[in-house]
């Protein structure tokens, strides 16, 4: 069974500080999908990122950054000198290859980003 | 393009009342799915069709149904409302082999659903 785990409620930071939101993930299945999704108030699910189980390339978008580590079971999502436009929930989910579509969500990182 | 669009996007039901929320992708996708979200639970999925003609349970499936109604359309009904069905209902869209690397899901804007 897939599970994924976000333990960050809630992250509070300063304009510009740095903010890390951990996913710890679980699956069987030698071949998954680990995916990060943002949330902003207005509500709507907005794709931020795709990662293969078979490629732990670390990658960097403008001041987003992911680190897939396999040995731990760990795809944290780093955002650097932050915004008030940060704000949001992110949500870090998994799908396995062989029920592939089936995402399992965590619960949630609320970030909030106060000036 | 207008991707995945789901109606409508606030409602109130009594308890015991029945309604269906619809949903419609034009992406050409094979698999659509229903997820709800409560606060500090996350998406959980509630019904899936993996392709037209097909539908299976998710996580929390009871007090649903639905009906894959054509390649397009996936609707979810509930036939008798309790407050615990007060949510967040998502409907989302995949093409479906997961071979492409660009292959996600993509989803509505969401129906916000009370039940007093």
């Known amino acids: 069974a897939q599970k994924v785990t976000q333990a960050q409620t809630e992250i509070s930071v300063v304009e510009k500080e740095d903010v890390t939101l951990d996913c710890v993930y679980e699956?069987?299945?030698?071949?998954?999908?680990l995916f990060w999704y943002k949330q902003p108030p207005s509500g709507e699910l907005v794709f931020l990122i795709r990662r293969n189980s078979f490629d732990e390339q670390n990658e960097i978008s403008g001041r987003y950054s992911w680190n897939f580590q396999k040995s731990t079971s760990s795809f944290n999502f780093t955002i650097t000198a932050s915004q008030v436009v940060d704000s949001a929930v992110y949500f870090c989910?998994?799908?396995?290859?062989?029920?592939?579509?089936?995402?399992?969500f965590g619960a949630g990182t609320q970030v909030v980003v106060t000036p | 393009n207008a991707g995945v669009t789901q109606t409508p996007k606030f409602q109130v039901l009594k308890t015991g009342q029945s309604m269906t929320l619809q949903c419609a992708q034009d992406?050409?996708?094979?698999?659509m799915y229903w997820y709800r979200q409560d606060p500090g639970m996350g998406l959980r999925l509630i019904y899936y069709?993996?392709?037209?003609?097909?539908?299976d349970k998710g996580e929390v499936p009871n007090g649903y149904n639905v009906s894959r109604l054509n390649k397009r359309e996936f609707s979810l009904r509930l036939e008798s409302a309790a407050p615990s069905q007060t949510s967040v209902y998502f409907c989302?869209?995949?093409?479906?082999?997961?071979?492409?690397?660009?292959?996600?899901?993509?989803f509505g804007s969401g129906t916000q659903l009370s039940v007093l």
């Open positions: 992406m050409n996708h094979n698999s």
């Open positions: 069709s993996a392709s037209e003609g097909t539908t």
């Open positions: 989302a869209s995949i093409y479906g082999t997961g071979l492409s690397t660009n292959e996600k899901l993509f």
């Open positions: 699956t069987r299945d030698t071949t998954y999908y």
């Open positions: 989910a998994l799908s396995e290859a062989d029920s592939w579509g089936k995402f399992q």
